[in-house]
């Protein structure tokens, strides 16, 4: 199973982006997709999650500036980052609840950097 995340890059404060990840492989189906930040300064924390029922989970730093979704049948999630602000820069990771067929685990992506200036 591959986690693959697109769409990371430079930006100034104000602007916005769009993150995707898409898992492939062999499995049964994915329950929650979540998107998480890293930075030298921080552990990875987590931005949006949301399951398979489309409920979503936002960190209190990006509620009203991010949107979380997801299309099931491409077993891709999105995030609408808008509204950035310097301290969303970081390494943004996708995170996968994978239900395999005898297996149950997480997969990470590798990550893609975000910078934003102000």
């Known amino acids: 199973v591959d986690v693959v995340e697109s769409g990371g890059g430079l930006g100034q404060a104000g602007g916005s982006l769009r993150l995707s990840c898409t898992v492939s492989?062999?499995?049964?189906?994915?329950?929650?997709m979540g998107w998480y930040r890293q930075t030298p300064e921080q552990e990875r924390e987590l931005v949006a999650s949301?399951?398979?029922?489309?409920?979503?989970n936002y960190a209190d730093s990006v509620k009203g500036r991010f949107a979380i979704s997801r299309v099931d049948n491409e077993n891709t999630v999105n995030l609408q980052m808008n509204n950035w602000t310097p301290e969303d820069t970081g390494v943004y990771y996708c995170?996968?609840?994978?239900?395999?067929?005898?297996?149950?685990?997480?997969?990470w992506g590798q990550g893609t950097q975000v910078t934003v200036s102000s």
């Open positions: 995170k996968a609840e994978i239900v395999g067929y005898t297996w149950f685990g997480d997969r």
């Open positions: 492989g062999h499995m049964h189906s994915v329950n929650i």
């Open positions: 949301i399951s398979r029922s489309g409920e979503t």
